[in-house]
């Protein structure tokens, strides 16, 4: 038998803080996934009554559902695998729904719940990275890492 020179790396230790931080990227890529299957079902006429698609939408909002239904998607498969691009096009959709709902009220009417929660989740990752940062900043201190 041939010994192989393959190196595996140090084992990844997960701990209470990184099982939250993933577990709360993953609910944030369902939710993801749902505002997805909103805007293409807006897009494509299968909600509304079809009064929604896009042929006969006006051009304002044509841009914002093409944008929103193409970025949400790929901000969920990003933020169920944990990459830091998936956090980054999440931030540039539900950025987008902030400043449509909340900036442009006259245009896209209002959804304070929608952005509600893109401030609460904003706030939480926040939070759970500055966790993570001042946890790692205390193991090398202590000389553990």
């Known amino acids: 038998m041939v010994d192989s020179d393959i190196e595996t790396g140090p084992a990844i230790e997960s701990g209470l803080l990184d099982t939250l931080y993933m577990i709360f990227m ?15 079902g807006r897009l494509t006429g299968y909600t ?4 929604f698609r896009f042929d006969v939408l006006p051009a304002h909002w044509q841009l914002a559902i093409a944008c929103l239904s193409v970025l949400f998607p790929i ?19 539900a950025g987008g729904e ?19 929660l893109s ?3 904003v706030g939480l990752f926040v939070a759970l990275r500055l966790a993570m940062a001042l946890r790692n900043w205390q193991d090398r201190r202590q000389g553990r890492k």
Do not use: D, E, K, Q
């Open 26 to 40: 993953r609910v944030v890529a369902l939710s993801c996934l749902m505002s997805a299957l909103y805007y293409w």
């Open 48 to 51: 509304m009554g079809g009064g």
């Open 75 to 93: 901000a969920a498969l990003g933020l169920w695998l944990g990459a830091a691009w998936g956090v980054v096009i999440w931030c540039l959709a």
């Open 98 to 116: 902030v400043v449509m709902y909340h900036f442009m009220t006259n245009l896209f009417g209002t959804r304070p719940f929608v952005v509600l």
């Open 119 to 121: 401030v609460l989740v």
